[in-house]
């Protein structure tokens, strides 16, 4: 950015830095021991022992070192407050000219010191007059001059009140969002937590964590387009991955009894509150079980960290109270469609199918078969009006050319979808692990595909020489996080719970949480 772009503000900032700069003062230091955090010395002060007083035993001290960003300053001649916020929380601080160098409270701290700069301090707790508790500042360097100030509106009683609710600034300067948003801070702080009591609960059973290719030679594991790049060494066309379940697959197939991955997956669709094309997915794949296993697993284990996370099994998600205490609703998609819209589909054709959509005012195209159209049916009319945790079981064939055959109904698949607050969670099947049945299956999907279906999975030779090496039964899961992590921080955009989410370039129009993504495409699926 050029001198002359920058606003008043910032070039009175950049005149402050030159003029610390010229006493001598390192504006951009190297390290500074932090011995406290704002809520270390919250929890820890005690009036009785740490409170000074003029007595001779007027308590120990508690002495601490801290550093963190000046968010209020308040100056009263020869002493000032100022509020300071750390990776924790925020406290108050009190200096005095006398305590400081000859010079430095008048001539840096006072002129020189913005809000949003950072700082180092050391001192001690104690309690003021009006009974909060602040440190009392003996030394204190700048870290970091701030030459971009916060967009802070006003200050009263040492609360801060921003201007930052363009949704389209937040997640562009995320950066400055989590400056002033102790809420967003939290809601990632959360998110990290679920990722790792996932992650305990999965290596408490025993189930290996692998990590797989994220560029592959060929794209499969789910019905979605991919990204495409070249290898210049090679001289071959590469994809980002869109799922990680043929990969996870052949590790079964190599002798693995359970293992899983949480990795990002690449999916090029549209950009939605539920879409993000660059996504994390929990993968899970553990021999010798089935789906009906897979749904007591899921059960449990999402119970398990919403327990850890909210501390009881009940948590409010909008206006909604959602439980998720076991066991849950379990439906065939079939049954679902038919309890909320009348219609039994089970056994009809596609040009019935489409009538039937066509009467409930779903569109529907020449590229979708039978099970697209049946899907496009649930997503429509029965998946928003499942709120409390279902699993919708037994779908189509046509929809999942890689789960098993079901074991009683033709036509179905051993597969389940987890639905909660309208929306999915995961995504698990009955593996089909007959090589045969699993090229046939690829072949309809090159059959679709030929017929308009962009989504629909290609041929992967080497997968199916795996499964001709023979895999045993297998029970396989895809959870997405995202939608886990929106689902239990009450949050109702994905952009909310992923730290930089995609976004148009800063010329176009501003981001719209309203649009509808491109195909049909669940991120999850």
Request: aromatic share 8%; glycine share 8%; net charge negative.
């Given at each position: ?142 870290l970091a001059k701030a030459i971009r100030p916060l967009p802070i509106e006003k200050e009263t009683e040492g609360r801060v009140f921003n201007e930052v609710s363009d949704k389209e600034f937040r997640y562009r300067q995320r950066y400055v969002d989590l400056i002033l948003h102790d809420r967003v801070r939290e809601v990632f702080v959360q998110r ?119 501390g009881q099994t009940d948590i409010q998600v909008g206006e909604q109270t959602i439980s998720f205490a076991r066991p849950w609703k379990r439906i065939p998609i079939f049954d679902a469609i038919e309890s909320e819209t009348g219609k039994q589909l089970r056994g009809l054709d596609r040009d019935a199918l489409a009538a039937a959509a066509d009467s ?166």
């Open positions: 950015m050029s001198e002359a772009q920058r606003s008043e503000q910032e070039l009175r900032r950049l005149e402050e830095l030159e003029a610390i700069e010229s006493r001598g003062v390192n504006a951009y230091p190297y390290a500074w021991e932090v011995s406290h955090h704002s809520t270390d010395v919250l929890a820890e002060f005690d009036d009785s022992v740490h409170q000074p007083s003029d007595d001779e035993d007027g308590g120990t001290p508690l002495r601490v070192s801290m550093a963190g960003r000046v968010m209020t300053k308040r100056v009263m001649g020869k002493a000032s407050f100022f509020h300071f916020q750390d990776a924790a929380g925020r406290i108050q601080a009190y200096v005095k000219r006398d305590d400081l160098p000859e010079g430095f409270y008048n001539e840096v701290f006072k002129k020189l010191l913005d809000i949003g700069d950072i700082v180092g301090i050391e001192g001690f707790a104690f309690r003021t007059r009006t009974g909060e508790i602040s440190i009392h500042v003996e030394r204190l360097e700048l990290a937590r679920i990722i790792s009591s996932m992650r305990s609960f999965l290596d408490k059973r025993g189930y290996i964590e692998v990590e797989t290719p994220v560029l592959q030679p060929l794209y499969g594991g789910a019905s979605a387009r991919p990204f495409t790049t070249h290898h210049n060494a090679l001289d071959s066309t590469l994809y980002l991955r869109i799922a990680d379940e043929l990969y996870l697959k052949r590790l079964i197939v190599g002798g693995f009894e359970g293992v899983y991955e949480i990795a990002k997956d690449f999916r090029n669709e549209g950009l939605s509150r539920f879409h993000n094309p660059e996504f994390t997915m929990m993968e899970l794949y553990v021999a010798y079980k089935d789906y009906r296993w897979m749904m007591d697993l899921v059960e449990e284990m999402v119970a398990s960290i919403v327990v850890e996370l909210h409930l005012g779903i569109e529907v195209d020449g590229s979708m078969g039978s099970g697209k159209i049946i899907d496009e049916i649930f997503g429509e009319c029965v998946e928003p009006k499942l709120i409390q945790p279902t699993f919708i079981t037994d779908y189509p064939i046509e929809l999942s050319p890689l789960a098993k055959k079901h074991r009683s109904e033709a036509g179905l698949v051993e597969r389940f979808e987890a639905i909660c607050n309208g929306k999915e969670l995961c995504n698990a099947f009955s593996e089909l692990n007959d090589p045969r049945d699993q090229r046939r299956r690829l072949e309809d999907q090159t059959r679709l595909r030929a017929g308009g279906d962009d989504e629909a999975m290609p041929i992967d030779e080497d997968y199916i020489r795996a499964l001709e090496y023979g895999m045993p039964p297998t029970a396989g899961l895809g959870m997405g996080i995202d939608r886990l992590t929106m689902l239990l921080t009450n949050q109702q955009s994905i952009r909310d719970v992923i730290l930089f989410p995609l976004l148009k370039p800063e010329a176009d129009d501003p981001v719209d949480d309203e649009a509808d993504p491109v195909g049909d495409t669940t991120a999850e699926d």
